[in-house]
């Protein structure tokens, strides 16, 4: 189970800190990602990171931007966003494949995903 939070309204170059919570799972064993959905648009990938942190992959619009992180003795998956621009507006999914190694920007790779947060930059 997954437990997304840290959502908010920002203005555009601010920052937010998004976290997602694990349960259920021996956490490390999991490969993370971050997606989010605009409305009217498709989930797109945003970052992944494999279960020690050894392999992350950025988008190319975060790059740069946003970083992710994870704390395994904490279940917790972090999402660091920095000059948030109004394209960054949407709801943020944390997802969880059950592969440890390596990481993927495909949604269909990811098994488990939790509830979402919004995010909203206002310009």
């Known amino acids: 189970q997954l437990q997304a939070c840290g959502g908010g309204l920002v203005q555009t170059g601010g920052s937010l800190r998004l976290s997602c919570a694990g349960s259920g799972r021996t956490f490390s064993s999991l490969g993370m990602g971050w997606f989010h959905q605009a409305p009217g648009k498709e989930r797109e990938f945003v970052a992944a990171i494999s279960g020690y942190g050894y392999t992350i992959n950025y988008a190319d619009s975060v790059k740069g931007r946003f970083t992710i992180s994870r704390e395994n003795a904490k279940n917790t998956l972090y999402l660091q966003m920095n000059s948030l621009k109004p394209e960054d507006t949407a709801v943020y999914y944390c997802?969880?494949?059950?592969?440890?190694?390596?990481?993927?920007?495909?949604?269909?790779?990811?098994?488990?995903w939790g509830q979402g947060t919004q995010v909203t930059v206002s310009s």
């Open positions: 997802a969880a494949r059950s592969a440890y190694y390596g990481s993927s920007y495909l949604p269909r790779d990811y098994h488990y």
